[in-house]
């Protein structure tokens, strides 16, 4: 959810307003469960927990696609006021979910990762092909590789556990970082053709470029107002 700042890119944007809506539709499936409303199991059917890495997925991507693109000919000041409205995002994320959930807090989550994820990968902007043998590398050790030392609540933001965390997002740096450096890699493609760069004009895309634009605002109130419309339905039942 790290947008690009000038030039926009339209098609990146239609992009991640895609998959603004795909995370919209997980977490109202994801509120029907929490609300008693439905029954899905979320944290161990197949089709839940692919759907969850897809879209995962899609916004690190994008997310790495934008960082280069934005900062590819130097680290600007829009990029520091992004980290750090990222900083104060993830912090109420934190806190926020510390009351509502208490054991299964987000001390990791998209955002976490995308605010440190980001300051890594701004490192790596011209390592070029490097970037995607690296990100393969990060990949493949992240899914095959745990230590128990890591298990410790200091180290888990690591990702090389032994098992998942208690909580109800997580998407540590590993295997992550791996698939933002992929993603670094496929600005240095997107920015050489000039065929994704053309506008969308037509009406039908203007909600998809919308939320793609704003994706960090929706990001933060569609579940406060996915729970509100929630507790109001089953006030009123």
Known sequence: MIANYNPRYPLLDALRGTAVVLMIAFHFCYDLNY?????????????????????????????????????????????????????????IISVGTWFLFKASWIFFGVLHFMLVGSLLGVLTLHWGIVNVLLGLALIALGNLITLPLLDQQPWQFIGLMTHKPFTEDYVPLLPWLGVLLIGIWLGTQWVQMPQLQRSLNHPAWKPLLWLGQHSLLVYMLHQPLLFALFWGFISLR
């Not at 997310?63 to 104060?88: D, M, P, Q, T, V």
């Open 35 to 91: 609300f008693g409303l439905a029954q899905f199991e979320l944290y161990t059917d197949p089709f839940w927990l692919h759907s969850r890495t897809f879209i995962v997925t899609l916004f690190v991507t994008i997310a790495g696609i934008s960082l280069y693109c934005a900062n590819r000919k130097g680290i600007e000041l829009g990029f520091w006021k992004r980290e750090a409205l990222l900083l104060a995002c993830s912090s």
